[in-house]
């Protein structure tokens, strides 16, 4: 769509102004919002003014959201701390309603949402890290997002739908896909006959992760914490699974490696993981974090780490390639969102309380 929106620019930028006017017939919508800071239960649900889109912005119609863990960290204060009263969520799919100075053939269509919102001029968007990008923002972390019947974003992030999609999985499509991706392709640069060990199977980040790295040809080792999650791990493509549960997974995943180590680790667990994901590593192999669910700091040994050159990479989100990229293989049907559960947008607090509990599988969505 983005080449799109640069066309017509002059014809529609007095339609820009009256737009809103004209076509926001309902001033209020139901959302999820939080007026303090504080777990799942300063989550209200509450009518809020329809937001207005801005000039070169698209109405969308939110037919489903999904929960992410970011969505717990706005809510706390932690890493982010957007103005109150806010509404959180970083994913969205649905259908465009309105469009401020924009291709109005975009209206109707089913669309998707990359969640970080660039300034698209910057040295680093240009070249295409808009991950990078120094005015970056996140829906949902920053701005206000997705728990809620509508929301206004750039139509620049608007992507056409994958019709081998249902809303629901589409809605858990763009953050933890586009994350994995930008983790495994971009940033450990996996190669086809190489050994993945991604930690925590049953986060969004880490189901990602498995059936990319299944679908690029390497053998992949998940970790989780159940029985049952690790049988969904291998239906989604992991070849080895361990249970971290056990304080020697380390040391079974160098079993089953016969001793020489994974090529590549995937943590977004963080300070519960990090040290012995990276004694999990073989020469060479490198290990990228994107998360801290567990806590920030970790302690690792420095000699082990170059002696065997390994490294250490950090990840954050991924590029609008990296977003086109997954957009394409789910139409393709090569990867699919695993939906753990669904619940109303009334019902984001228990939606958040399962997350929190780690009993999910997959990607917990919300309905409006
Ligand atoms: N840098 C970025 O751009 C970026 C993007 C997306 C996400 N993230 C971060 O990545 C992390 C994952 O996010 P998410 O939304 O996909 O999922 P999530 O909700 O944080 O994932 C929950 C899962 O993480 C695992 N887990 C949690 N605590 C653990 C612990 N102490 N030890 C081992 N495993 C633990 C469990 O996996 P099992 O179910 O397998 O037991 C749990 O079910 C978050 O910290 C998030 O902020 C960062
Ligand atoms: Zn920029």
Same mark, same amino acid.
């Given at each position: /769509?983005?080449?799109?929106?640069?066309?017509?620019? @002059?014809?529609? $930028?007095?339609?820009?102004?009256?737009?809103?006017?004209?076509?926001?017939?309902?001033? &209020? /919508?139901?959302?999820?919002?939080?007026? +303090?800071?504080?777990?799942?239960?300063?989550?209200?649900?509450?009518?809020?003014?329809?937001?207005?889109?801005?000039?070169?912005?698209?109405?969308?119609?939110?037919?489903?959201?999904?929960?992410?863990?970011?969505?717990?960290?706005?809510?706390? *204060? %932690?890493?982010?701390?957007?103005?109150?009263?806010?509404?959180?969520?970083?994913?969205?799919?649905?259908?465009?309603?309105?469009?401020?100075? *924009?291709?109005?053939?975009?209206?109707? #269509?089913?669309?998707?949402?990359?969640?970080?919102?660039?300034?698209?001029?910057?040295?680093?968007?240009?070249?295409?890290?808009?991950?990078?990008?120094?005015?970056?923002?996140?829906?949902?972390?920053?701005?206000?997002?997705?728990?809620?019947?509508?929301?206004?974003?750039?139509?620049?992030?608007?992507?056409?739908?994958?019709?081998?999609?249902?809303?629901?999985?589409?809605?858990?499509?763009?953050?933890?896909?586009? &994350?994995?991706?930008?983790?495994?392709?971009?940033?450990?640069?996996?190669?086809?006959?190489?050994?993945?060990?991604?930690?925590?199977?049953?986060?969004?980040?880490?189901? =990602?992760?498995?059936?990319? =790295?299944?679908?690029?040809?390497?053998?992949?080792?998940?970790?989780?914490?159940?029985?049952?999650?690790?049988?969904? =791990? $291998?239906?989604?493509?992991?070849?080895?699974?361990?249970?971290?549960?056990?304080?020697?997974?380390? +040391?079974?995943?160098?079993?089953?490696?016969?001793?020489?180590?994974?090529?590549?680790?995937?943590?977004?667990?963080?300070?519960?993981?990090?040290?012995?994901?990276?004694?999990?590593?073989?020469?060479? @192999? #490198?290990?990228? &974090?994107?998360?801290?669910?567990?806590?920030? +700091?970790?302690?690792?040994?420095? #000699?082990?780490?170059? /002696?065997?050159?390994?490294?250490?990479?950090?990840?954050?989100?991924?590029?609008?390639?990296?977003?086109?990229?997954?957009?394409?293989?789910?139409?393709?049907?090569?990867?699919?969102? %695993?939906?753990?559960? =669904?619940?109303?947008?009334?019902?984001?607090?228990?939606?958040?309380?399962?997350?929190?509990?780690?009993?999910?599988?997959?990607?917990?969505?919300?309905?409006?």
């Amino acid at each position: /769509m983005e080449g799109k929106t640069q066309a017509s620019r @002059g014809t529609f $930028q007095e339609k820009a102004s009256m737009a809103p006017m004209m076509q926001s017939k309902d001033f &209020t /919508m139901k959302a999820m919002r939080f007026h +303090e800071f504080g777990g799942p239960e300063v989550l209200c649900y509450e009518d809020v003014p329809k937001p207005v889109p801005e000039f070169g912005q698209a109405l969308v119609r939110v037919k489903a959201a999904s929960i992410n863990h970011i969505d717990i960290w706005a809510e706390k *204060g %932690v890493y982010y701390k957007p103005s109150l009263p806010h509404i959180p969520g970083s994913d969205a799919a649905g259908i465009v309603e309105e469009v401020n100075a *924009g291709d109005e053939s975009f209206v109707g #269509r089913k669309v998707i949402v990359y969640p970080t919102l660039a300034c698209f001029h910057c040295r680093l968007c240009i070249e295409g890290s808009h991950n990078l990008c120094a005015n970056h923002k996140t829906l949902g972390a920053h701005v206000n997002g997705s728990y809620s019947e509508y929301i206004t974003v750039p139509i620049k992030n608007l992507m056409r739908m994958p019709e081998t999609l249902r809303f629901e999985e589409a809605a858990a499509l763009p953050l933890t896909f586009t &994350t994995a991706y930008h983790m495994l392709v971009d940033r450990a640069k996996l190669q086809p006959h190489e050994t993945v060990l991604v930690l925590g199977a049953g986060s969004g980040v880490g189901s =990602a992760a498995i059936q990319i =790295a299944s679908l690029l040809g390497a053998n992949v080792i998940a970790t989780s914490s159940t029985e049952e999650k690790l049988r969904k =791990a $291998q239906r989604i493509g992991a070849d080895v699974t361990v249970n971290y549960t056990e304080e020697s997974w380390a +040391e079974e995943v160098m079993l089953a490696t016969n001793n020489k180590g994974v090529d590549v680790v995937i943590d977004h667990v963080g300070a519960a993981t990090l040290a012995k994901g990276v004694k999990c590593l073989a020469k060479n @192999g #490198r290990l990228v &974090t994107c998360g801290v669910t567990s806590g920030n +700091e970790a302690t690792i040994n420095i #000699r082990e780490l170059f /002696m065997s050159q390994r490294s250490i990479l950090g990840s954050v989100t991924g590029t609008m390639r990296d977003f086109l990229a997954v957009t394409k293989l789910a139409a393709e049907g090569k990867i699919k969102p %695993v939906l753990d559960s =669904a619940y109303r947008l009334r019902d984001a607090r228990k939606a958040q309380e399962r997350l929190l509990s780690r009993e999910s599988f997959g990607k917990i969505v919300l309905v409006p």
